[in-house]
Nanobody, 115 residues
Framework: QVQLVESGGGWAQPGGSLRLSCAAS????????MRWYRQAPGKERELVAA????????NYADSVKGRFTISRDNAKNTVILQMNSLKPEDTAVYYC????????WGQGTQVTVSS
């Protein structure tokens, strides 16, 4: 079955960095676009970043452009979200997402940015 397991969340000060990883299994990872979403308390889940199956194209929410970078390693079935210049408003639970006929989500990893 499809599994998505996020790791790498935690606490960072404003201006700091965190690196999230998502380990995928149960589907042909190299043929699937991948996405990171986030959900802050009291807010709807929003798309943060997306990457095509080969990694040749990416797109980002306006709020994270220039600060976050999505990448993937198809040999390791892993998608990464590098988050730099973090802001308190980046505080949220971050989810890895794959659409393989149905939509699949990881369990989420908490990111907290505060001083």
């Amino acid at each position: 079955q499809v599994q998505l397991v996020e790791s790498g969340g935690g606490w960072a000060q404003p201006g700091g960095s965190l690196r999230l990883s998502c380990a995928a299994s149960g589907f042909t990872f190299s043929r699937s676009a991948m996405r990171w979403y986030r959900q802050a308390p009291g807010k709807e889940r929003e798309l943060v970043a997306a990457i095509t199956s080969a990694g040749s194209n990416t797109n980002y929410a306006d709020s994270v452009k220039g600060r976050f970078t999505i990448s993937r390693d198809n040999a390791k079935n892993t998608v990464i979200l590098q988050m730099n210049s973090l802001k308190p408003e980046d505080t949220a639970v971050y989810y890895c997402n794959a659409r393989v006929v149905s939509e699949y989500w990881g369990q989420g990893t908490q990111v907290t940015v505060s001083s």
